[in-house]
């Protein structure tokens, strides 16, 4: 369990503001959907479809209309009354009707005609947003076990660029996930992409052929999450190490505020005492730093994607420009040299064939003295 506890205040446990329209103050999650859940109906919650009698029933009986007027109703507003070409005909979704007074066809026109002027298509990006958005929605698991419960909490977090990265680390988010309030830290953890963890330490001049052993995340495993005044870290293997003692030890010795520690793969959503839209923290690789905001927390419903399994789930990932090769300015990043005397700077960035082309002869042989390291670009994730 988390080291922040449940406030016995059940007013604590709904979100408020702290700072209007920025962040709110601090709830427990597993509080707030029990308020929630305290206050809905059990078919408010429920993935079932209500029967199209019972709702026309419940809908007369709430808006107070009589048998006579709610047929009417449902005759005025059925999708046949808005029906514009002959029912035998298949319409073109695309296709706005011409001198439509309609204010969203107007609209709607109106937006396809700029999209038209712009003469740009989708990126292979764009397509892959819409991908994800198409293989998600409303998607059912093919075991039954394998089912969202009804009355599950959703989160939407957000994760942005490390601090180092100056020019998006406060702008955008470098990825948004969805997670249910069931999932572990550890399994946030797991989801977040970061180039760190691919980067290969190591010279490979003299050997570029050969495959590194590791990457960064095979070896430096250590990590933690920090939510109000609880540094979670990552324990699951023996390589971990507490990398967050450094800073508690510190405060302590300058009488600030003391902090606890805790396991992030011991430590569910649901334990944690959180403001939404409030920034906190996640460090791995020794000094890699990214804010993780959690923007949303609310109730599954019928339309998200109900198999646990593909959980935490991506709904968006920014793109980022690729670094191209000093030589060629055509292929992306492979190599990083250093005191290089054929290299146009130092350092310089290269593509794999024009590191090869200009540093080996043709038996694979080393020209000159230089230092190579592997590079992985920032754009990987693209």
Same mark, same amino acid.
């Given at each position: 369990?988390?080291?922040?506890?449940?406030?016995?205040?059940?007013?604590?446990?709904?979100?408020?503001?702290?700072?209007?329209?920025?962040?709110?103050?601090?709830?427990?999650?597993?509080?707030?959907?029990?308020?929630?859940?305290?206050?809905?109906?059990?078919?408010?919650?429920?993935?079932?479809?209500?029967?199209?009698?019972?709702?026309?029933?419940?809908?007369?009986?709430?808006?107070?209309?009589?048998?006579?007027?709610?047929?009417?109703?449902? +005759?005025?507003?059925?999708?046949?009354?808005?029906?514009? %070409?002959?029912?035998?005909?298949?319409?073109?979704?695309?296709?706005?009707?011409?001198?439509?007074?309609?204010?969203?066809?107007?609209?709607?026109?109106?937006?396809?005609?700029?999209?038209? +002027?712009? @003469?740009?298509? @989708?990126?292979?990006?764009?397509?892959?947003?819409?991908?994800?958005? !198409?293989?998600?929605?409303?998607?059912?698991?093919?075991?039954?076990?394998?089912?969202?419960?009804?009355?599950?909490? $959703?989160?939407?977090?957000?994760?942005?660029?490390?601090?180092?990265?100056?020019?998006?680390?406060?702008?955008?988010?470098?990825?948004?996930?969805?997670?249910?309030?069931?999932?572990?830290?550890?399994?946030?953890?797991?989801? $977040?992409?970061?180039?760190?963890?691919?980067?290969?330490?190591?010279?490979?001049?003299?050997?570029?052929?050969?495959?590194?052993?590791?990457?960064?995340?095979?070896?430096? @495993?250590?990590?933690?999450?920090?939510?109000?005044?609880?540094?979670?870290?990552?324990?699951?293997?023996?390589?971990?190490?507490?990398?967050?003692?450094?800073?508690?030890?510190?405060?302590?010795?300058?009488?600030?505020?003391?902090?606890?520690?805790?396991?992030?793969?011991?430590?569910?959503?649901?334990?944690?005492?959180?403001?939404?839209?409030?920034?906190?923290?996640?460090?791995?690789?020794?000094?890699?730093? %990214?804010?993780?905001? $959690?923007?949303?927390? !609310?109730?599954?419903?019928?339309?998200?994607?109900?198999?646990?399994?593909?959980?935490?789930?991506?709904?968006?990932?920014?793109?980022?420009?690729?670094?191209?090769?000093?030589?060629?300015?055509?292929?992306?990043? !492979?190599?990083?040299?250093?005191?290089?005397?054929?290299?146009? +700077?130092?350092?310089?960035?290269?593509?794999?064939?024009?590191?090869?082309?200009?540093?080996?002869?043709?038996?694979?042989? @080393?020209?000159?003295?230089?230092?190579?390291?592997?590079?992985?670009?920032?754009?990987?994730?693209?």
């Amino acid at each position: 369990m988390a080291a922040s506890g449940q406030s016995t205040d059940p007013n604590t446990n709904i979100p408020d503001y702290e700072y209007i329209d920025v962040n709110t103050k601090p709830f427990h999650i597993a509080s707030f959907r029990n308020e929630w859940l305290s206050r809905l109906k059990p078919s408010d919650i429920s993935y079932q479809q209500e029967d199209e009698d019972a709702f026309d029933a419940n809908f007369a009986k709430e808006m107070g209309l009589g048998p006579e007027i709610m047929s009417q109703l449902k +005759s005025v507003c059925s999708v046949d009354s808005l029906r514009c %070409h002959p029912e035998d005909q298949q319409p073109d979704p695309e296709v706005v009707p011409p001198n439509s007074t309609l204010k969203t066809l107007v609209e709607r026109k109106k937006r396809q005609d700029y999209k038209a +002027s712009l @003469k740009i298509t @989708k990126n292979r990006h764009d397509l892959y947003a819409d991908e994800l958005e !198409r293989l998600t929605v409303g998607r059912k698991p093919s075991a039954v076990a394998d089912m969202i419960p009804e009355g599950e909490i $959703i989160l939407t977090i957000n994760v942005y660029y490390p601090a180092t990265y100056e020019k998006f680390c406060y702008v955008r988010p470098h990825m948004t996930l969805l997670m249910t309030g069931s999932h572990t830290l550890a399994e946030l953890r797991d989801g $977040i992409c970061c180039v760190s963890d691919l980067q290969v330490c190591g010279e490979f001049s003299n050997t570029p052929d050969i495959a590194p052993d590791f990457i960064s995340k095979d070896h430096y @495993k250590s990590s933690f999450f920090f939510f109000e005044g609880v540094f979670y870290n990552d324990m699951r293997f023996p390589e971990c190490r507490d990398i967050s003692i450094t800073t508690v030890e510190w405060a302590k010795s300058r009488n600030f505020p003391p902090y606890s520690q805790a396991k992030m793969e011991e430590t569910r959503f649901t334990d944690l005492k959180v403001k939404v839209g409030f920034p906190y923290l996640y460090c791995h690789q020794g000094d890699c730093e %990214h804010l993780v905001i $959690i923007t949303d927390v !609310r109730l599954v419903h019928k339309n998200d994607c109900m198999d646990k399994n593909l959980y935490p789930l991506l709904t968006h990932k920014h793109r980022i420009v690729t670094q191209k090769c000093a030589v060629c300015h055509l292929f992306i990043g !492979r190599w990083f040299t250093t005191n290089d005397q054929f290299a146009p +700077s130092d350092p310089c960035l290269f593509c794999d064939k024009c590191f090869r082309m200009l540093h080996y002869d043709a038996a694979g042989n @080393k020209l000159g003295d230089f230092l190579a390291y592997p590079y992985v670009d920032r754009g990987a994730f693209n």
